[in-house]
């Protein structure tokens, strides 16, 4: 059994890693200051007898005593609205916050894993995107809140590996889906299932053939957990490799939920990416990970969560 903190621990993707953690038998320590996650996101072990809760903001406090063997940083805001509607929080929890855990870290000689993301490549240049690829991101643009934090907390991640001898590693996490995630929270997947599950027109942003990879949760848990129990610093992308327009997605979320939405065009937002897919080559290689869910099992599974929770009536 290990100790380990997660921040941003009752979020979408941090509660499943909080599972996950649980099953295998680990303490965890959960730190959230609930602004975009939600307690209700740890139902199904919020009475485990290993899993304590501190509703608190990692940029102001951490509250946390006794030893620690790892820290997951995964709090921030991550859907764009919320990201754009908190700019200075966002930059607080990644830069700030990233500070006061990587201190944690190095007072417990705890690994340390960083949340980043594939927005730190911008509206790439270079595809599939590579770790060794510096990005094309605007840095005075309203995205820019969510992708400099990012940016600022991998060069505060690695200058303590690199000062302090602190072990981290830095995951960069591309378009996850799957049950919890907020419907119509500002990312495609939820947004798209949740109209079409209401018969309203899907929202298209552009001409749709922008595209994006999209990973279900299950497969991007396992390959941050192979990354938190591996020596590797990173980064490394986790996420899956095979590569969808907006379109595709869209017939897909019509196909699975029986809809008879239409199309609904609008102008394309500002910096939104042209295209986004990992090379996911040292995910393979030094983590032995890969997908393995595809994206119409993945859409099913999720659309099968959100009946069970009477999604379309809340």
């Known amino acids: 059994m290990a100790r380990i903190v997660v921040t941003g621990g009752a979020g979408f993707l941090g509660s499943h890693l909080v599972e996950r953690l649980l099953e295998r038998g680990d303490e965890v320590v959960v730190l959230d200051n609930l602004v975009t996650g939600r307690v209700e996101n740890l139902d199904a072990v919020r009475d ?21 063997d790892a820290i997951l940083h995964f709090a921030s805001p991550a859907s764009p609205p919320r990201y754009l509607e908190l700019p200075i929080e966002t930059l607080d929890v990644g830069s700030a916050g990233t500070r006061a855990c990587l201190e944690l870290a190095r ?41 400099e934090a990012k940016r600022f907390a991998e060069a505060m991640t690695l200058a303590y590996h690199r000062t302090h001898g602190v072990r981290v590693g830095v995951v960069r996490i591309f378009n996850t889906y799957g049950p919890r995630l907020q ?42 957990l192979a990354l938190l129990d591996s020596d590797v610093v990173g980064p490394v992308n986790v996420g899956n490799d ?22 609904e065009f609008l102008p394309i937002p500002a910096d939104d990416p042209v295209q986004r897919c990992p090379d996911l080559t040292r995910a393979r290689v030094l983590l032995g990970w890969k997908p393995e869910v595809p994206l119409i099992e993945g859409l099913r599974r999720m659309h099968e969560s959100y009946c069970a929770a009477d999604t379309v009536a809340n």
Not at 243 to 263: G, H, K, Q
């Open 48 to 68: 485990h007898p290993a899993l304590t809760f501190v509703e608190c903001d990692v940029s102001r406090e951490l509250p946390v005593t006794g030893a620690v």
């Open 107 to 147: 007072a417990n000689d705890a690994r340390f894993l960083l949340a980043s993301t594939s927005e730190v490549y911008g509206d790439p240049l270079v595809h599939p995107q590579t770790e060794d690829y510096w990005g094309n991101v605007n840095p005075c643009g309203v995205r820019s809140v969510y992708d």
């Open 183 to 224: 419907p119509a929270d500002g990312r495609v997947v939820s947004n798209l299932l949740l109209q079409a599950m209401r018969h309203e027109p899907l929202t298209i942003y552009g001409d749709g053939t922008q595209t994006r990879s999209f990973c279900y949760v299950d497969d991007e848990v396992r390959g941050i």
């Open 242 to 263: 095979q590569e969808f327009t907006v379109l595709e997605l869209a017939r897909l979320v019509v196909e699975i939920t029986d809809s008879s939405s239409e199309l």
